[in-house]
Nanobody, 121 residues
Framework: QVQLVESGGGLVQPGGSLRLSCVASGSIFSINTMGWYRQAPGKQRELVASITSGGRTNYADSVKGRFTISRDNAKNTVYLQMNSLKPEDTAVYYC???????????????WGQGTLVTVSS
């Protein structure tokens, strides 16, 4: 059973910081791109940041300069360091990963269950 489990969400004041983590576990052969998406109430899910297995990163314009995505390949973990948080960053944050499994051919995209980030004073 493959699963992605996020942690690190919570309530933070504007200008504060949070660090999200997402661990992939199960019968995984390798992990390609990993990413973070978010969905605010009444809005569509949007890409926040992604990182390839080689470390190439991509960010939404709204978070550039404030958020940093990184990964630890040995731990099958992706992180999202969020600084200078704004109320408009409030959303459920989901991680995803493109996985090559030990038991199947091809690449499959898996999603975590989401973690809530609330930015409010």
């Amino acid at each position: 059973q493959v699963q992605l489990v996020e942690s690190g969400g919570g309530l933070v004041q504007p200008g504060g910081s949070l660090r999200l983590s997402c661990v992939a576990s199960g019968s995984i052969f390798s992990i390609n791109t990993m990413g973070w998406y978010r969905q605010a109430p009444g809005k569509q899910r949007e890409l926040v940041a992604s990182i390839t297995s080689g470390g190439r990163t991509n960010y939404a314009d709204s978070v550039k300069g404030r958020f940093t995505i990184s990964r630890d390949n040995a731990k099958n973990t992706v992180y999202l360091q969020m600084n200078s948080l704004k109320p408009e960053d409030t959303a459920v944050y989901y991680c995803n990963a493109d996985l090559v499994l030990r038991t199947s051919s091809g690449t499959f995209r898996y999603w975590g269950q989401g973690t809530l980030v609330t930015v409010s004073s």
